[in-house]
């Protein structure tokens, strides 16, 4: 008997079906059946499923003799299924990567709930890709099992029958099926949802449902959309067969408000001859199926008087919508000369050589090379005042205590830029902050830059997409000062940003913690990670790619690189910044750290704790390695893909031949490396010796301090290193020969 038996219906799907099988079929855990059903599609569907059933014996193919709609050919799969659980899968849709897998261990791990809800991300025929926005809800009914009497609020998530796998034991012993028409999974979802005596939930993307540009049936104008009145009359009927359900009513009477209010809102679903006729409908099956004594809530109370009323209703909301809308453009507008009056009083005052403005990654908070600095000037120069600028109130509440802060754009943001005497920042200011004569504008980059950037970029249109490298380079003219930790990136900086600014070799001020770092160095950090003593620690940190769309690739199988890496070691994972709010850490990362197969790092603040805590790096192209190199632990990088990323972004020199460590190619060779010992060795310690003679030549763990002798108080401080700096031109002929 196979675990799960994936039901295929196929109609006119013939563009996406070999992808979907292929999703299902190339999955590592083997143990499912398929039984796709053809139902009487007019296209080349029902000979591509044959030919998949040729090469595969668990494809099965049930051609039926007419058409009968995606309901009931769900039904006709499911008495062909022996599988443990029953999983619907459409056949435009895709499975992820060890997604069965994922779903087999956490049935496995909660004991066979009657229902597993798992997550899935919307990718777009324009090629984005966004995750369930509701996916925190997965987390928060916890890790065991639930009835939805416990956590309602499961059925707050979309409520359709893909995402979830079903007991076949409790659908069978409920007689559960699809009815026909629109809309069939409501009748099927809440009655299943609502009798599940166990349902688990598993926080990890394992569908991609695809939002197509056409044909999409949902989205078709027809009459057809009526069947959702039928649908909620079958819930209903269901819920009175079973009086212990009876407390559900009140929900479900809104639910089908909402459902069907939304539907006649909706452009494209009903002919507009016809949208009369569907509110009338609506309202009748609403007044018909009201709890006695219920309330009725504000939004659906539209539904008590005539369809002249609803459309007086929306008309109204259009209106009041547009003239919202143009009163604060108005407001904007007004706000916006008023600013630039009081800007300019302002403007007349002196500047205060004693205050000094922060930011860090957008906003973000007292971070990177900016945190350094400010928590030296606090130390060395209390007469400093320090001002951080934050992105909003929710920011603003994590920034540790008594550190003064205003909001972006907010008056006080005004008034603190208007007289500062220094602004420090790792990314450009916003366009609308003019800079005055006499205030010092100190760039601290993110670090030591492999990958191309700004005016570099402009001949790799694929990396620079929604980047505006002009206005880029003049927010730079405001820049007095560059900081660089060696002379590379002395060289980079000033052909990536030809501006005016003076290049600062005064090293990485938030790397001064790794280069002071004794041996005992990150012990507490290992110990709030949950590491065990004595364990080795592996840190990977994959950057970004320029080739896909949101910047997310699996290149390493973090599951069985963990697998490999065996007792003794811990897997530390931590995401580029970019990545650390997208899809990418649904994509089974949330579920490996909920289940201890390794740790994700990747909401840690402070990634130099998180170095800290590590024995190795690995690592693909990200900047972290510049500054990891300064702990002298060894380093291995993954190039997998080296020729794809650097056609696509473009590299200021070939890292596979000048690493820092050993260089691997493939997943095999990264396990065999960490297991053998290799990325230990003496090749390994020789390579990083060059590396570090490179890359870490100004830093010498007293970074912030010369940033704030030297740039902020004036003092005398000496630099790190003598050489000549040289000119544009000898920078670009020395990267050029790189």
Not at 452 to 473: E, I, K, N, S, T
Not at 576 to 593: I, V, Y
């Amino acid at each position: 008997m196979p675990r799960f038996s994936v039901i295929v219906p196929c109609f006119k799907v013939q563009g996406f079906l070999r992808e979907c099988l292929d999703s299902l079929l190339s999955q590592s855990y083997a143990d499912f059946e398929v039984i796709a059903v053809d139902d009487r599609s007019p296209d080349g569907c029902g000979a591509i499923l044959d030919e998949y059933a040729d090469r595969d014996e668990r494809v099965r193919v049930l051609h039926l003799p007419e058409n009968v709609g995606l309901g009931r050919a769900r039904n006709a799969g499911m008495p062909h299924a022996a599988g443990d659980y029953l999983f619907f899968l459409d056949s435009d849709d895709t499975l992820t990567p060890g997604a069965l897998r994922a779903m087999a261990d956490r049935l496995a791990e909660s004991g066979d709930p009657d229902v597993l809800v798992f997550d899935y991300a919307r990718t777009y025929w324009w090629g984005g890709t966004r995750r369930n926005a509701l996916a925190h809800v997965l987390t928060e009914v916890g890790d065991g099992t639930f009835t939805a009497a416990g956590h309602p609020e499961i059925l707050d998530l979309l409520m359709v029958v893909w995402n979830k796998v079903y007991r076949r034991d409790f659908v069978e012993s409920n007689g559960f099926a699809f009815p026909p028409g629109y809309y069939e999974d409501t009748p099927w979802t809440f009655p299943v949802m609502l009798s599940a005596e166990r349902i688990a939930t598993l926080d990890r993307i394992c569908l991609n449902y695809r939002q197509r540009r056409q044909g999409n049936i949902l989205s078709t104008t027809s009459r057809k959309h009526f069947a959702i009145h039928d649908q909620y009359e079958r819930v209903f009927a269901f819920v009175d067969s079973r009086p212990e359900l009876a407390a559900w009513r009140p929900y479900l009477h809104r639910k089908m408000g909402e459902h069907c209010l939304d539907i006649l809102a909706k452009p494209d679903r009903l002919p507009p001859s016809d949208k009369g006729e569907f509110f009338r409908r609506t309202a009748e099956m609403f007044r018909a199926h009201r709890p006695g004594g219920a309330p009725v809530p504000r939004e659906l109370r539209v539904l008590e008087g005539g369809y002249a009323a609803y459309r007086a209703r929306r008309q109204a909301g259009r209106v009041g919508r547009e003239l919202a809308r143009r009163g604060t453009l108005v407001r904007r507008a007004a706000g916006a000369r008023a600013g630039r009056v009081v800007d300019g009083v302002r403007a007349r005052r002196p500047i205060d050589p004693e205050l000094v403005v922060y930011s860090a990654f957008s906003h973000r908070g007292v971070l990177g090379d900016p945190g350094a600095i400010y928590r030296t000037a606090r130390e060395i120069a209390p007469q400093l005042r320090g001002v951080w600028v934050v992105r909003d109130e929710e920011t603003a509440a994590r920034l540790p205590e008594g550190v003064e802060h205003v909001l972006l754009d907010s008056p006080a943001y005004r008034r603190v830029t208007a007289r500062a005497g220094f602004f420090v920042n790792n990314v450009n200011w916003p366009g609308a902050l003019a800079k005055r004569p006499g205030s010092v504008h100190i760039h601290t980059h993110q670090g030591t830059p492999l990958k191309y950037m700004a005016a570099d970029l402009l001949d790799r249109p694929g990396a620079r997409f929604g980047v505006d490298v002009p206005q880029m380079l003049r927010r730079a003219d405001r820049w007095d000062h560059s900081l660089v930790a060696n002379r590379y990136s002395e060289l980079v900086w000033e052909r990536a940003y030809p501006c005016h600014f003076a290049s600062a070799r005064t090293g990485s001020p938030r790397n001064d913690v790794l280069v002071r770092a004794d041996a005992g160095a990150g012990a507490a950090v290992r110990a709030r990670l949950g590491v065990p003593a004595g364990h080795t620690v592996v840190l990977y940190a994959p950057t970004r790619r320029e080739y896909v769309r949101g910047g997310h690739v699996d290149r390493i199988d973090l599951a069985g690189f963990a697998a490999e890496l065996g007792e003794g070691h811990t897997l530390v994972v931590r995401l580029h910044p970019s990545l650390a709010t997208g899809h990418a850490r649904g994509m089974g990362l949330a579920d490996l750290h909920r289940r201890g197969v390794l740790v994700d790092a990747t909401d840690e603040p402070h990634v130099e704790d998180v170095m800290l805590a590590s024995d190795v790096l690995v690592t693909d192209y990200s900047a972290l390695m510049f500054d990891y190199a300064n702990l002298d632990r060894p380093i291995v990088v993954h190039a997998d893909d080296w020729e794809a990323y650097t056609a696509s972004r473009g590299a200021y020199f070939d890292i596979t031949a000048e690493a820092p460590g050993h260089v691997s190619r493939s997943c095999g060779e990264l396990a065999r490396l960490l297991t053998s010992g290799g990325w230990r060795d003496e090749e390994s310690t020789r390579r990083r010796a060059a590396f570090r003679a490179r890359f870490c030549t100004y830093d010498d763990g007293r970074a912030a301090e010369r940033v704030v002798r030297r740039l902020l108080l004036g003092e005398e401080f000496p630099d790190v290193g003598a050489a000549r700096v040289p000119g544009p031109s000898a920078a670009h002929e020395e990267l050029a020969s790189t």
